[in-house]
């Protein structure tokens, strides 16, 4: 894995560059590290302090102010399953239920092959439609076991035709 | 002439300059305004919401602190809605915090006891914490208990913004806030100087020092042990403040009559190792001047870094490892006193140094990890047995029941308790340069220094970083290679001030061929270990007991000092000497910032 670690060394190296040394730079570095690695790592924490100059006290109280930033790795889709009270009415523990056992772990954890990670999160304004949820950066709401299951199985299916190069719809 | 605003808070009517808070404004108009979160050293966080008052045509309540008045206002401080929603926050605080009174380090002392004795708290309207949460953490110097901890962030923007550590963070957000060191590792761990400056700012007992109290009663009590104290000039400037004086009232004397009671077999005056550090750090810096400048050595360093504060050393281990070289090698005054007293004291008196423990009272909590630094052993046994700081020696006197005011005045015990008043000085920023200026100016050209009075006013006064050039004209003939330098000196005071300097140094903005810095605000007289609470006036008052205590002296120059002459006669040769290399000198550990490397 040596090669694969000089890879990220240089894209982190890559990441800083275009933001600056600029201390207000820090959420947007942030943000995009965690982005492209899925997790922020204390080899990325001390690369951001060195270059930034802030200490990483601080930024381990950014990772851990902001929610959708993280030391621990995530998968490659991060599902965030509203938890406030209009989803909560609405249904959510089926919701719950059916996603835990189609992927087969608990809230709080990543599948074994990186795939998916299951989280809750507050509000996400979509009230009107519940129970909602988010897969990384897309809103999917009026969730029913049959719906979330059609959701999961077309991840699961773009991903198989990435893997195996049929093209296939993104 | 910024413009001036008229402020009606409460009956009384006032006009106050634009910018200027409402809490100010009280202060101005003589109102008392409760507050928690707010420190005259620190930035405004407007957090704790203690102090919110009532402004006519706002909606909500709003943090007195944390507003600026920028037009005419209206304020009410003491209205029932004020009082109701100070005493509903005032509530939800003490619900947080484990409250275990009777056996906190700050009981008499305590803000938040102080705030809900004012509010006539007489029950817990919330639920409270009866079982502490979290483990205490316990460096050499530093107790960190996380229980007490109401997250008023004091410390956080003590250890951030005032001191630019950073050895302490605000993890999570809302509810789950916890205030903590770096990546919650043990604080003995991280990036901490053991400065202090976070507990005397804390509030409540969530910060204190390690006190070492039981272990030095048992010595005092085991008649096999000499137990000597020696103290140093700042908690004498202060320690009077524990017992109802005004700050600024200097006690030596009555100190010295209090620890003989106490049961102190030989009370020193630190003085005497500042004098031993001023003849040996100040031969180093002519050292080092002459390499630098007549052999063009380039392996010797300058400027040269004062190294009496532990919190700058360690803090110049972790930030400016590269720059160790330039720190003096001389150990601190009460290092170097410790390994006095544990070789040629402990001879001259007969008394076997295994038997001997030294206490230092110092105003300050990092002396206790210096103390423990392993490569401080030179005598041959531990030099320095214990750190004290002012506020732990308050409490074994009070333990004791000594009255301190009606101690009658003593004097220090001879040999070694002689000092000048330029060691006296030591405690006050600047105070080392000044006392350096005085005895290596005289060294050189056998004339006393040109300022008024012996008083190098250019490095006395409080702004954060101050400089000064001195130039050498006819010296004697030795020191013929220093004719017509111009000496360039500089003071900080503050860690974030010394980054300010380190960093222009770095950069090649400024040259120096001296500097002096101290790790706490105002020098020692304001550090971690001294009487709480702490503020610039508090601290300026220290200063000029300091000042005025060394205008009462006759001898003011450390080369001057005869039982310091008698010292070199009878057992250390010369400054520099083989003996001084061995017991008043050490080295430094580079120690880097990011301390999760190699994880």
């Not at chain 1, 608990?106 to 999160?121: K, Q």
């Not at chain 2, 508090?538 to 310091?564: C, G, M, W």
């Amino acid at each position: 894995m040596a090669t694969g670690t000089r890879a990220v060394t240089n894209e982190l190296q890559e990441i800083l560059l275009k933001y600056g040394k600029d201390r207000t730079q820090l959420l947007p570095i942030l943000v995009e590290i965690n982005n492209y690695f899925g997790h922020i790592d204390s080899n990325s924490i001390i690369e951001v302090s060195r270059y930034t100059g802030v200490p990483i006290g601080e930024i381990h109280g950014v990772i851990t102010f902001y929610s959708f930033l993280g030391q621990k790795k995530r998968g490659k889709f991060v599902i965030r399953l509203c938890r406030t009270i209009s989803c909560d009415i609405a249904g959510k523990e089926q919701i719950v239920r059916v996603l835990e056992k189609e992927l087969g772990i608990r809230f709080g954890e990543t599948t074994e092959d990186g795939m998916f990670s299951l989280e809750y999160t507050n509000c996400i304004g979509m009230c009107n439609n519940p129970p909602a949820m988010l897969i990384n950066d897309k809103a999917y709401g009026g969730l029913t076991p049959e719906r979330v299951v059609e959701i999961l199985d077309s991840f699961k299916l773009s991903e198989y035709q990435d893997m195996f190069g049929y093209g296939g719809v993104k | 002439m910024s413009e001036k605003i008229p402020v009606q808070i409460d009956d009384i009517t006032c006009e106050v300059e634009r910018g200027t808070t409402i809490l100010q404004a009280c202060k101005c108009a003589g109102l008392r305004v409760p507050t928690l979160c707010h420190h005259p050293d620190l930035e405004v966080a407007g957090i704790c919401r203690i102090c919110v008052v009532e402004v006519e045509g706002m909606s909500g309540l709003q943090a007195a602190c944390a507003y600026p008045i920028r037009q005419p206002i209206k304020v009410r401080t003491n209205s029932p809605r004020v009082r109701r929603a100070r005493r509903v926050n005032l509530d939800l605080i003490l619900s947080e915090h484990y409250g275990d009174c009777y056996t906190c380090v700050r009981n008499g002392t305590c803000e938040l006891q102080e705030l809900a004795r004012e509010y006539g708290v007489d029950r817990y309207r919330y639920p409270s914490t009866t079982t502490p949460k979290f483990k205490i953490d316990r460096s050499t110097a530093i107790v960190r208990d996380q229980n007490k901890c109401i997250s008023c962030k004091r410390c956080i923007r003590t250890c951030i913004d005032l001191q630019q550590v950073s050895a302490l963070e605000t993890a999570n957000r809302g509810h789950n806030v916890l205030i903590q060191t770096a990546f919650d590792k043990p604080i003995s761990d991280v990036v901490c100087i053991n400065c202090g400056q976070c507990i005397n700012r804390c509030p409540t007992g969530a910060l204190r020092s390690n006190m070492p109290n039981e272990l030095l009663w048992h010595a005092i009590d085991d008649p096999e042990k000499h137990v000597i104290i020696q103290t140093a000039p700042s908690p004498r400037a202060a320690i009077g403040e524990e017992f109802g004086y005004e700050p600024g009232t200097s006690v030596t004397k009555k100190l010295n009559a209090a620890l003989r009671r106490l049961g102190f077999d030989n009370v020193f005056d630190t003085n005497f190792a500042a004098d031993l550090t001023i003849m040996e750090e100040g031969t180093e810096l002519l050292t080092r001047l002459k390499k630098v400048l007549v052999d063009g050595d380039s392996s010797v360093k300058v400027p040269m870094f004062t190294s009496c504060s532990p919190g700058w050393v360690k803090y110049i281990e972790h930030y400016y490892p590269e720059y160790l070289d330039h720190l003096s090698s001389c150990k601190s005054p009460q290092q170097m006193f410790g390994a006095i007293l544990k070789t040629y004291y402990a001879k001259k008196v007969g008394i076997d140094p295994e038997k001997m423990v030294v206490v230092a009272l110092m105003p300050c909590v990092a002396k206790k990890f210096e103390c423990n630094r392993p490569e401080m052993s030179d005598s041959g046994h531990k030099d320095v047995d214990f750190g004290l700081t002012t506020r732990e020696m308050a409490v074994m006197i009070k333990e004791a029941g000594i009255h301190l005011k009606d101690m009658p005045d003593e004097d220090f015990d001879h040999p070694l308790g002689l000092g000048s008043g330029a060691g006296l000085i030591f405690g006050a920023t600047g105070g080392v340069m000044e006392a350096a200026i005085r005895s290596v100016y005289e060294i050189v050209t056998g004339r006393p220094v040109p300022f008024k009075g012996l008083d190098v006013m250019p490095v006395r006064g409080m702004e954060g970083i101050r400089d000064a050039t001195l130039t050498i004209e006819n010296p004697l003939p030795e020191y013929q290679w220093l004719d017509g330098v111009t000496l360039k000196v500089a003071v900080a005071h503050g860690t974030a001030n010394a980054r300010i300097l380190m960093e222009k140094l770095k950069a090649g903005k400024l040259a120096y061929h001296f500097i002096e810095v101290m790790a706490c605000p105002g020098g020692c007289l304001g550090g971690g270990g001294q009487p709480i609470p702490t503020s610039p006036e508090i601290r300026a008052a220290r200063a000029r007991a300091i000042y005025s205590e060394d205008h009462q002296l006759v001898l003011r120059k450390s080369h001057e000092n005869p039982e310091i002459n008698q010292l070199y006669a009878e057992f250390l040769g010369e400054p520099l000497g083989h003996l001084s290399h061995k017991l008043l000198h050490t080295h430094y550990t580079p120690r880097g910032r990011f301390f999760l490397e190699g994880l």
